[in-house]
């Protein structure tokens, strides 16, 4: 009997769910960090000045990640450093629950930026290796679940928050089950064997520069949602729980964005999907800055969360298809890229709110996202098939 050329092969959907459960915990990792700050912040009297630094431990970790994280898969495979980052995320997010100095904290954030860092670069590349087998766009469905697992994890960290637990015991329930996961379900992903001798970190040039250079001005326009949203909303005078809402619906909409991604590929072509919803983005932006008002904020921040939703999958998977270079290298350039960004946006957006407006700093926003629009001519190297 000839099998359904429609139908994957079990082994390969076994595969799927394991790496799409990887995508899913990076999420969930992020999330419970992000959701417990304040009251790690309280745990230690820490004031804001002194917690902006300590917080600067988590991009510490991550840049060095950036820059080591394509020597580390190419030497040892993507499947072993799945896993093993996975379990050094878990005992490293469960430190930060035990650390009582803000120096030890520090320390203990950049051991888990460096070790998601390094997820974040292997389960892409696992991500890419499988969407090769398949011949068709799956690249933004592991991205969907990154999304969800995000939200999971935020509303996890809240209930949690809310019923008193305390940080170190919600942090080793999650670390459990990364360690659990990592154990188990890590059986199920592609073997990829390592080469030595791979480059610790190779600088983009020719069109992996291009996709960088779009992930850099993606990740500035991001910020200018998730770290700016509630800031323009309240300007607006929105109560708390309306200004609250924009992140959400931010989230929301790219997890949806997120969820049609491989159709819109298989049916438009990476090019045009990133181009066209792109531009939606950068519009939605200038009718928030053109009417100033809640319902126009409201419908810029949707029109983001849909026209950045498939930028960053693409951007993996289209540096991973990089000639000349490994799919884990190509991908650690441009995703080092891409974290400058985010570093660098809230510094050039406050800059900007500063000297002008919150208002001008979406402005400049909208520029970027029209870039992102314009860069998207970079991801014509995408191909699921030959």
Not at 61 to 69: F, H, I, P, V
Not at 180 to 187: D, E, P, S, T
Not at 288 to 295: D, I, P, R, Y
Request: net charge positive; glycine share 14%.
């Amino acid at each position: 009997m000839t099998q359904n050329p429609s139908v994957p092969d079990p082994t390969l959907l076994l595969t799927r769910v394991a790496v799409s459960s990887f995508f899913m915990l990076h999420g969930f990792f992020v999330a419970t960090w992000i959701s417990r700050i304040p009251a790690e912040a309280e745990r230690l009297h820490l004031s804001a000045a002194v917690l902006g630094l300590v917080l600067l431990g988590n991009t510490t970790g991550a840049l060095l990640a950036g820059l080591t994280s394509g020597g580390i898969v190419g030497s040892l495979g993507s499947r072993r450093v799945v896993r093993g980052a996975a379990i050094l995320s878990s005992l490293a997010l469960v430190s930060l629950g035990l650390m009582a100095q803000p120096s030890a904290l520090f320390v203990g954030l950049a051991v888990f930026g460096f070790s998601v860092g390094n997820l974040n670069i292997a389960m892409n590349a696992q991500a890419a290796a499988l969407e090769a087998r398949y011949g068709k766009p799956i690249f933004s469905s592991f991205h969907a679940l990154w999304s969800l697992g995000a939200l999971l994890g935020a509303l996890a960290g809240s209930g949690l928050a809310g019923l008193g637990l305390v940080p170190l015991g919600h942090f080793a329930m999650v670390g459990l089950l990364g360690i659990a996961l990592a154990w188990q379900i890590g059986q199920r992903l592609l073997a990829s064997s390592g080469t030595p001798g791979r480059a610790v970190f190779v600088l983009p040039r020719g069109s992996l520069l291009m996709i960088g250079l779009m992930g850099f001005c993606a990740a500035i326009s991001d910020s200018s949602i998730s770290g700016w949203s509630g800031v323009y909303l309240r300007s607006l005078h929105a109560p708390e729980s309306v200004a609250a809402l924009g992140f959400a619906v931010y989230q929301s909409v790219m997890l949806l964005g997120r969820s049609g991604g491989d159709w819109l590929v298989g049916r438009f072509g990476a090019v045009a999907t990133v181009r066209y919803s792109a531009l939606l983005g950068g519009l939605g932006l200038v009718l928030a800055v053109a009417t100033g008002t809640l319902w126009g904020i409201f419908v810029g921040i949707a029109c983001m969360g849909w026209g950045l939703a498939n930028t960053f999958p693409l951007m993996f998977a289209s540096a991973a298809r990089t000639e000349g270079m490994s799919p884990a290298s190509a991908m650690a350039s441009a995703s080092t890229m891409s974290t400058l960004g985010g570093l660098s946006g809230p510094v050039l957006l406050g800059a900007v709110a500063e000297l002008a407006t919150v208002r001008a700093s979406y402005a400049v926003a909208a520029l970027l996202t029209f870039a992102v629009s314009y860069l998207a001519v970079a991801l014509a190297n995408y191909r699921t098939r030959g």
